[in-house]
C-alpha cells in the first residue's frame, strides 16, 4: 500500500499543473517586481507581484494561488494570487444568492441604469433595485442627481446572480431591506409579548393607520387604536416622525404581525367618566359634530352621546338640527347609559327644564 501511495504521489508531482489549477506553497524568496514560492514536489512557481494584488509577500508565508503559466522560459510556473482570491470571492458570493445574504456595498459610481458598487468585486445595482432615491424623472439628462448622491455610500445588499463564467454579478437593495424587514419581523414576534409598553417612531402613516418602529421591529396601530377622541381623524393626529408611546395588544408569530396601541398606554376615558354618571343627571357638553337625525356632545375626553334631533331644543322638529353648532357648549340630561355598547344618549330638551 505505501508503494502504491509513493507510487501515486510520484504520478502527480509529475504531471505539469494546468492553468486555472489552484496549488498552495510557501514565500521562498522575494526579489525584484516577482516571489518565489516553493510547491514541494512540483517545479518552483513565481508570483509576479502585480498578481498578488495588495497583499504584501514575505518568506515563509503560506499561499494560495491559480496557475496562469504552466511554464514560464526558465522552467517555472507563473501564479497569481489575485485570481486565486477573485475565485474564492466568486465562490462565498454564490453561496450568499443561496443563502440570501444580505451584505455590505460601497457605491463606486453611478449612471443612468443604476449604480456600481464595490463587494470585493464589482457589481451592480439596477434603479429598480434600489430603494434610497426617489423617484427618477426620465427627462433628466445624464446621470440623475439622486442616483450621484449615492456615491461614497455604503447600501445593504442582497446578491441575485452571481455568474463568474460571464463576470456578472447583480445585487438589490430592495430585496436586502424586505429580507431585513422580514428578519426583524421574525425577531420582534419572538421577542415581544402581549402587555409590553414601548416607546417608537412613526415610520409610516396610511389610511388606516400608523406603523411604528419599536427598535426590535414595527408594528401597526390601527387607527380605531390611536385615540379614545370621537370627531376626529386619527391619522393626522401623529406625523411621521414623532416619538410615541404605545403597548403591545397583539403578536401573531405565524404572519409574523405586531399589533400596537397608543390609546391604550392611558386609561379608557370612558370606564373612568360613565362609573361616575347616573341617568337623569344634568351636564355641560360640547356638539362635535350635528347630522340630519341629531348632534353628537362630548362630556369627556373619548366620552360622547347622542342627542336625537326630537331632543334637540326648537319649537319645531324641522328646524332643531339646525338649532346648534360645532363648537356649541348646552346643558344635556343623561337619558340612558348602555355600558355594554358603550353608548350614552342626551337630551337637550329635557335639560332645558331644570
Known sequence: MEELLASETAQRSLRPLRVGETVEGTIAAVAG????????????????????GSDE????????????????????????????????QWTQLEEMQKSGSVI????????????VVDVGLRGFVPLSQLVS?????????????????LVGTRLRVRVLEADPRRDRLILSEKAATQQLRRDRKARGTTELSEGDALTGTVVGVTAYGLFVDVGVTDGLVHRSEITWEK????????????????????????????????????ADPWERYVN??????????????????GAFARL?????????????????????????????????????????????????RLAERT
Not at 59 to 68: D, E, L, R, S
Not at 106 to 113: P, S, T
Request: aromatic share 0%.
Open 33 to 52: 517586481d516577482e516571489a518565489t514560492v516553493d510547491l514541494g514536489d512540483r517545479p518552483a512557481g513565481v508570483i509576479p507581484l502585480h498578481e498578488a
Open 57 to 88: 509577500l514575505r518568506v515563509g508565508q503560506h499561499v494560495v494561488a491559480v496557475v496562469t503559466q504552466s511554464e514560464d522560459p526558465d522552467g517555472r510556473v507563473v501564479l497569481s494570487l489575485r485570481r486565486a482570491r477573485n475565485r474564492r
Open 104 to 115: 455590505a456595498a460601497l457605491v463606486l459610481e453611478g449612471n443612468r441604469g443604476g449604480v
Open 133 to 149: 432615491i426617489g423617484a427618477i424623472d426620465v427627462h433628466e439628462r445624464g446621470v440623475p442627481e439622486s442616483v450621484k448622491a
Open 231 to 266: 370627531g376626529v381623524e386619527p391619522t393626522s393626529l401623529h406625523p411621521l416622525g414623532a416619538v410615541v408611546k404605545v403597548v403591545v395588544i397583539g403578536v401573531d408569530r405565524e404572519r409574523q404581525r405586531i399589533s400596537l396601541s397608543i390609546k391604550r398606554t392611558g
Open 276 to 293: 361616575e354618571l347616573a341617568t337623569g343627571q344634568t351636564v355641560d357638553a360640547t356638539v362635535t359634530r350635528v347630522m340630519p337625525y
Open 300 to 348: 369627556a375626553e373619548g366620552v360622547e352621546g347622542l342627542i336625537h334631533v326630537t331632543e334637540l331644543g326648537g319649537e319645531r322638529v324641522a328646524d332643531r338640527a339646525g338649532s346648534v353648532h360645532a363648537g356649541d357648549v348646552i346643558r344635556v340630561r343623561i337619558v340612558a347609559i348602555d355600558r355594554e355598547r358603550r353608548r350614552l344618549s342626551l337630551s337637550a
